[in-house]
């Protein structure tokens, strides 16, 4: 299971290491990458938005939890904006489920807090 996990994290960390800085780590619980997204999506809702946190106030959170492609996924875009090209996205693939968040935010001094809100919501946490 250790070999396992780790390859998991190896590949994530290759897969992620051209386009930003350091990943999520995946969870590991044999969850589904819609359970995980679930989650996130969740927490970023109430945490980010729902508490007026003013670290987010510039962006809105688009959900994309049903998709075909087997990635959902939520949106981070600045809020109003007619150009809503993401800021953020954070997506879960396969079982059990691979983290990944890419994106603009992710080279700004907000990645460290992104990247452990979204980890310890995955990970089942509820708290902000």
Do not use: H
Request: aromatic share 8%; charged share 25%.
């Amino acid at each position: 299971m250790r070999r396992f996990a780790f390859f998991v994290i190896l590949l994530a960390a290759a897969g992620l290491a051209a386009c930003k800085p350091e990943a999520p780590r995946p969870p590991t619980g044999g969850q589904s990458a819609l359970d995980i997204m679930e989650k996130v999506a969740v927490g970023a809702n109430r945490c980010w938005f729902k508490s007026g946190d003013p670290a987010f106030k510039a962006y809105s959170l688009a959900p994309e939890l049903t998709s075909f492609s087997g990635r959902p996924r939520i949106l981070l875009v600045r809020k109003g904006s007619p150009d809503i090209r993401p800021l953020l996205v954070v997506q879960a693939e396969g079982r059990p489920a691979r983290l990944d968040a890419f994106g603009p935010l992710m080279n700004e001094t907000l990645a460290p807090r992104i990247q452990k809100d979204v980890v310890r919501w995955a990970n089942g946490a509820k708290d902000c």
